[in-house]
Nanobody, 127 residues
């Protein structure tokens, strides 16, 4: 059974940084995509960033480019989202997802591209 556990959220002031972690277990396939998504109160969940395990190609939504960095310790199956220069509009519950996406040239960073989901971790940015 694939399991994902997200952690690292917290309350920070605008301009601050956090590193979110997603620990995965229970799978052996190599072609997958890790995604970070977020859901703000009253809004739909949206994609934030994704990375492909087979070629490390990344995707970022425009509003986080230059501030967020996705990475992974592939041997440990632990993935990270470094978030810098936080803004109040980044406040949301952040989720990590994993999708089986064999040999894709770039990650399909959408909810329907994910097969498994972890718990959420709350990020709150104060102004």
């Amino acid at each position: 059974e694939v399991q994902l556990q997200a952690s690292g959220g917290g309350l920070v002031q605008a301009g601050g940084s956090l590193r979110l972690s997603c620990a995965a277990s229970g799978f052996t396939f190599d072609d997958y995509v890790i995604g970070w998504f977020r859901q703000a109160p009253g809004k739909e969940r949206q994609e934030v960033s994704c990375i492909s395990a087979n070629n490390y190609v990344t995707y970022y939504r425009d509003s986080v480019k230059g501030r967020f960095t996705i990475s992974g310790d592939w041997a440990k199956k632990t993935y990270y989202l470094q978030i810098n220069s936080l803004k109040p509009e980044d406040t949301a519950v952040y989720y990590c997802g994993l999708g089986y996406q064999p040999q894709v040239p770039e990650p399909l960073c959408r909810e329907y591209g994910m097969d498994y989901w972890g718990n959420g971790t709350q990020v709150t940015v104060s102004s």
